[in-house]
């Protein structure tokens, strides 16, 4: 079995047992989570007490069709993360390549599963496996490839897997449109754009047949009774996400001018993300914390630094006075 380093951002427990502090006291930018959320009201107490139905479960998918422009059959799951290991277990392991760097579960899940994980540079270089993973926009550097590009490996791949957890901004990137048919999974992730990673939703779009077998791995209830409510009411409100989308790239080019002042190399990222070029990583990861602020920094780089945009104006107040110290 292929070893795969399976390290993640949100580990803001390592924060605090090396810098102390209590959680209400840190800002945790070492992810790419909203952290302006959407606002959830008070649900029906049936959410809390009583299993899903099958109703809910399909309103959930009708509105989660109608957000991500597609027709496709869809299952909803606790998170992406869910539909990531689950997605190994569709077919016998063989060659699998992932577009990299990126979010390294995918290679771990897949060698978990038996799968002989390749990691490749290019598109071209992901034709001829027998899956292949594309994350589009990348996770760390925001690499984006237009669907046209992403779609010109149909055929080429036994299974192309599109992982769309930080396309919400930017939905004229989303292959989720042009899903159904065999041999493409397409992975989308609620709690990052809106800001709600807690309630463990996220969905995988494909053909019948895969959505049909991820279902069954997957149980009766893979959401909860609260993620079904608050995603139903979030999803389908489409100005929240309008503005939303408008506000974080404004954020986006905010926050590089404060890193940049700081003498920081913009790398790339996402309007949920940026990532930066540091002289010693460790080092600016170490200054941030003293400010109580955690960020992201990669065993394969000396240099990268990712960080979250922050919420409230005094997170940014705060970012500000670190870097500027």
Not at 125 to 143: K, S
Not at 229 to 256: F, K, N, P, Y
Request: hydrophobic share 45%; charged share 20%.
């Amino acid at each position: 079995m292929n070893q795969q380093i399976r390290d993640h951002g949100g580990d803001i427990d390592l924060g605090m047992a090396r810098y102390g502090g209590l959680p209400d006291q840190w800002i945790d930018l070492s992810t790419g989570i909203n952290r302006m959320p959407y606002r959830v009201p008070s649900l029906p107490i049936e959410a809390w007490t009583s299993l899903p139905t099958k109703a809910a479960q399909a309103r959930l998918l009708q509105v989660a069709g109608a957000a991500y422009r597609t027709d496709a059959p869809m299952l909803a799951v606790a998170g992406a993360q869910a539909a990531i290991q689950m997605i190994p277990q569709l077919g016998r392991p063989g060659c699998a390549r992932v577009l990299s760097p990126t979010y390294n579960e995918h290679a771990a899940s897949l060698a978990a599963a038996g799968w002989t994980a390749e990691e490749v540079g290019s598109l071209d270089a992901l034709e001829g496996a027998d899956l292949a993973v594309v994350v589009n926009p990348n996770n760390p550097d925001g690499r984006i490839h237009s669907p046209d590009e992403i779609m010109g490996l149909a055929g080429k791949v036994g299974r192309l897997v599109v992982d769309e957890s930080f396309v919400d901004p930017v939905p004229r990137f989303s292959v989720a449109p042009m899903a159904g048919k065999a041999g493409l999974l397409v992975l989308r992730s609620f709690g990052k754009f809106y800001g709600l990673a807690g309630i463990r939703l996220g969905f995988v779009v494909g053909a019948a047949g895969d959505i049909a077998n991820l279902a069954e791995m997957a149980g009766p209830w893979p959401v909860a009774g609260p993620a079904i409510a608050v995603g139903t009411m979030a999803l389908a409100d489409h100005e929240w996400a309008r503005m939303t989308a408008l506000r974080l790239g404004t954020e986006a080019q905010r926050i590089d001018a404060l890193t940049t002042r700081a003498g920081w190399r913009l790398v790339g990222g996402c309007a949920l993300f940026r990532l930066y070029g540091t002289p010693d990583a460790i080092a600016a990861q170490d200054k941030l914390a003293r400010f109580r602020i955690w960020s992201r920094i990669f065993p394969h780089s000396a240099h990268w630094l990712r960080l979250g945009l922050p919420g409230s104006p005094a997170e940014w107040e705060r970012l500000a006075g670190a870097l500027n110290c």
